[in-house]
């Protein structure tokens, strides 16, 4: 009996240890999702508060001091008071309120006004596309040495948008379709609340709207789709073909949309039979392909294709040392993936890793000194970590009610 009963103290004491060390470690990750939030904003706020003649480092720590009273307020004070009413209301007035502003920003603002040349990039290609003109080999209206690089299928999921008079609509599509998403993921409104006041007071995101971009809008939508793949659930050993269809489209739209769906699928085709394997990247491969041979084979007599195609836009900002080194510990993160809080943490803090080793690399070729807020970085590359950072904090959140 004494035995027993000094055996089962020792069992919840290694029980009691893990729930700690798990717990501390939730607590650590939750953190670094928050302060990825905040240094992707603070990068917008560092680059573009000195044209309002205000202080870098003035904006950063009123950005910051706004930010952490914010979270921490709704965090720790009002989350638990709010009702599933309350939040239904709530979300549907602030998704209003940015609604209003995306439309705003369309009537009221030039694009030709701004050095952003994201939507020109979506536009001019459209324009030459339905004039019979090869699009990848226009230039957008920043200069004459930049060229659309988002692939095929994205230009044409933007159609519907350029025949209503602006591209920048999309934002509001892919809003509404990563709301509906997270709202199907968790079954609550107060998730969908948490996303919009995250957006809300991210100066990234009005940034993105304002410029009409539409990178953040591509990694939502990316987002949406593995939120639904693991909410179904679409599994790779029975429903493999709708996964590798997914895959195919979603590698058919930007080369950073092929990071999270990578990181999120790796582990499964690992442990899949050869038959899965083979038949999921034979699939994927030939979605990407029917979507580019019409460009490959534009013209067969000067193949124009090889002389201007989207690759050589969305590479040059690279290293090949960089690529290597991050692909491997891409590979080592999605090997060992556990649950989606765990996807969505890692894959938050390696995109935000990615794009800044990227960055830095560009810095570091430059024959000029430069720093991260010049011209020839690319700070709107980092909003591509938010989407799995918000989901992450979200994850965790209603794992640990």
Not at 141 to 147: A, G, I
Not at 196 to 210: D, F, G
Not at 219 to 226: F, M, P, T, W, Y
Not at 249 to 278: E, G, H
């Amino acid at each position: 009996m004494e035995e027993f009963s000094m055996k089962q103290n020792i069992d919840l004491h290694i029980s009691f240890a893990h729930t700690m060390d798990t717990k501390s470690t939730n607590i650590i990750i939750e953190y670094i999702q928050w302060l990825l939030i905040l240094v992707t904003n603070l990068f917008f706020v560092c680059k573009y508060i000195p044209r309002a003649g205000i202080q870098p480092f003035i904006g950063a720590i009123a950005y910051c001091i706004a930010f952490g009273g914010i979270v921490y307020i709704f965090r720790y004070k009002i989350k638990k008071r709010i009702t599933e009413t309350f939040a239904k209301w709530a979300t549907i007035a602030l998704c209003a309120i940015i609604i209003a502003f995306i439309a705003g920003s369309i009537f009221l603002i030039s694009p030709y006004s701004i050095q952003v040349d994201r939507w020109s990039a979506t536009t001019f290609f459209l324009d030459a596309l339905f004039n019979g003109i090869y699009p990848y080999g226009v230039h957008t209206h920043v200069c004459d040495t930049n060229f659309p690089s988002p692939f095929p299928l994205w230009h044409y999921m933007n159609i519907p948008f350029w025949l209503i008079g602006d591209v920048g609509w999309i934002q509001v599509f892919f809003l509404v379709v990563f709301l509906i998403s997270v709202y199907y993921y968790f079954r609550t409104w107060q998730s969908v609340l948490y996303v919009l006041l995250i957006l809300c007071i991210s100066p990234a995101y009005w940034w993105e709207l304002v410029t009409r971009s539409d990178g953040l809008s591509n990694a939502l939508g990316v987002s949406s789709c593995i939120l639904f793949i693991e909410r179904f659930p679409i599994k790779m050993e029975k429903k493999w073909w709708q996964l590798a269809i997914i895959s195919g489209c979603i590698a058919s739209t930007r080369l950073s949309a092929i990071i999270p769906i990578a990181l999120y699928l790796f582990r499964p085709w690992i442990d899949a039979n050869w038959n899965v394997k083979v038949g999921f990247i034979a699939i994927a491969l030939s979605i990407a392909i029917f979507f580019f041979a019409p460009y490959i084979f534009w013209d067969t007599e000067t193949w124009i294709f090889f002389q201007r195609n989207p690759f050589m836009s969305q590479t040059t900002p690279g290293s090949l040392w960089i690529l290597g080194i991050m692909i491997i510990i891409a590979l080592l993160i999605a090997y060992r993936k556990q649950t989606f809080y765990y996807y969505n943490s890692t894959t938050s803090i390696f995109m935000f890793a990615f794009m800044l080793f990227t960055q830095l690399g560009v810095i570091w070729r430059s024959t000029e000194p430069v720093t991260l807020f010049d011209a020839c970085c690319d700070i709107s590359y980092f909003t591509l970590a938010l989407p799995y950072a918000i989901i992450a904090l979200n994850v965790q959140t209603n794992e640990h009610k």
